[in-house]
């Protein structure tokens, strides 16, 4: 049986975009040349087991691309000898991150239906670019590369785009990404409509749902943590 926490990383290496992705001795090394993100440029190790050696093949595949090393260590708990090993070799942790999941069913109960519209889109053409632009946030190239299913999120008041998110599924799990509220609108409950329409969406084909957020968001932890969410697990990056 898969763990818990691989299996909610799994999905999310299935659902977030890589040009390049490939496997060795259970280690998935990732690199985009379009997106920055950490997700998509870093090395993921095995569930279990690894060597000094590996590390050797992780640095040799991003060096043969012109591109710094970071390895996600995850979940941090079950890999603290590769973290102290990292560290050992000069890699530096940054972007600490907690790992939540929740039933969908339950969520979208918990998720109040407040004042705004929501549209889901299949995919992130014109209007949800352009509403991602409107609520302050910057769209990422390549995001034509998520596989379906996958929704992207706008929430509308009176017209005017207040807030995006994004929903992607795999193997029963459904990813939260990018969710982004107009500086205006802020704590007035648009990403809890934009939850509620994503987890009405992923429930229906009976996905969990998981996001990530970072240890310095304390707000967003609360906000998850009051719909539901719950901790799977933790990791950091290592970058050298």
Not at 47 to 52: A, I, L, R, V, Y
Request: glycine content about 10%; some cysteine.
């Amino acid at each position: 049986m898969v763990p818990f926490s691989a299996a909610i990383e799994r999905a999310a290496a299935a659902t977030w975009p890589a040009s390049t992705v490939q496997r060795a001795d259970g280690w998935l090394l990732r690199h985009c040349e379009l997106l920055r993100r950490k997700r998509s440029n870093s090395a993921l190790p095995p569930e279990q087991g690894w060597s000094p050696g590996d590390v050797e093949r992780v640095e040799e595949f991003y060096a043969a691309r012109g591109s710094a090393v970071i390895i996600q260590v995850s979940p941090l708990d079950r890999h603290a000898q590769l973290d102290a090993a990292l560290a050992g070799r000069g890699y530096r942790p940054v972007s600490p991150t907690e790992v939540m999941f929740a039933d969908a069913e339950q969520v979208s109960v918990a998720c109040a239906a407040g004042e705004f519209d929501v549209r889901l889109e299949p995919r992130p053409g014109p209007s949800w670019l352009a509403a991602v632009e409107a609520v302050g946030g910057a769209p990422e190239p390549s995001l034509d590369r998520v596989p379906q299913p996958a929704r992207f999120a706008i929430a509308v008041r009176g017209g005017t785009p207040v807030g995006v998110g994004m929903f992607a599924e795999s193997a029963g799990w459904c990813g939260v990404y990018g969710m982004a509220t107009h500086p205006d609108w802020r704590r007035r409950g648009v990403a809890t409509a934009l939850l509620r329409a994503g987890a009405r969406w992923s429930a229906d084909s009976g996905s969990r749902l998981f996001l990530q957020v970072e240890a310095d968001n304390p707000g967003a932890r609360r906000l998850y943590a009051a719909l539901g969410f719950r901790t799977a697990h933790r990791y950091h990056y290592r970058v050298r």
